[in-house]
């Protein structure tokens, strides 16, 4: 159980072009900042800086509602429910969110940001390139904002995880009274994604943040699939 968790949002990243390399990027700000990325720290990158890294740019009239439709379907596995222009769909690699995670803010006028083809290879090459290029081991989180069932609001969840586990399974566990656990299945990655979000914000241009001090036996493998129910084991499909 992890004592204490440090969040420290890095500055000074600026625009990224399609082709920058993500991890040169936060090691410097984060240096010339003074909190440099130290081995065990967990670096949680939104979706958004991913794409723009990985050209996930397409050309879209904002105000072109059947070219908007016409992408949300192509990058969508199966539509689940329209109202107006809102669409909730399935994406390909499993997400169900609103218009297929397709992102109109911060992106030029006449483009659209897709979610990365694969967010968990996204975050195992900035985690890799961070070890070869800049010497620190570190767990890598790509997050994006995600809507709720049954719950009013938006909080960032991972889509992409490397050097950490995703889920922590307590089952068989005791609890604080002796009981023995039975279904619980902790979202560490989603929180994570979630507590970072607290000092990035929306509109503030902090697209990443380090999470310091979390407990070290959730380092290891992990993956976002992890975290998408099958498909057999959800009640409302």
Do not use: Y
């Amino acid at each position: 159980m992890t004592a204490r968790v440090e969040i420290v949002p890095v500055h000074g990243i600026g625009e990224v072009r399609p082709g920058d390399e993500i991890a040169d990027l936060v090691a410097a700000a984060a240096t010339d900042q003074g909190t440099p990325v130290l081995d065990r720290d967990c670096l949680v990158v939104t979706q958004k800086i991913v794409s723009k890294a990985e050209g996930r740019l397409v050309p879209l009239d904002h105000e072109d509602r059947s070219a908007r439709h016409a992408l949300i379907e192509a990058e969508s596995r199966r539509i689940v429910r329209r109202r107006g222009d809102l669409v909730i769909s399935e994406t390909h690699h499993g997400f169900v969110c609103a218009n297929a995670g397709i992102d109109l803010s911060n992106v030029e006028a006449g483009q659209a940001a897709l979610l990365p083809v694969d967010p968990d290879s996204s975050a195992h090459h900035i985690r890799n390139a961070l070890r070869a290029r800049h010497g620190v081991d570190v767990a890598v989180v790509v997050s994006d904002t995600f809507g709720r069932p049954w719950r009013l609001g938006l909080t960032d969840v991972a889509i992409g995880v490397a050097g950490i586990a995703a889920i922590v399974d307590l089952r068989g566990s005791a609890d604080a009274l002796g009981r023995v656990l039975q279904v619980t299945e902790v979202a560490v990655a989603d929180e994570i994604a979630g507590a970072a979000e607290l000092v990035m914000g929306k509109a503030a241009g902090v697209p990443v943040a380090i999470v310091r001090g979390l407990d070290p036996t959730w380092f290891g493998a992990g993956a976002a699939r992890d975290l998408v129910r099958n498909p057999q084991d959800d009640l409302f499909r």
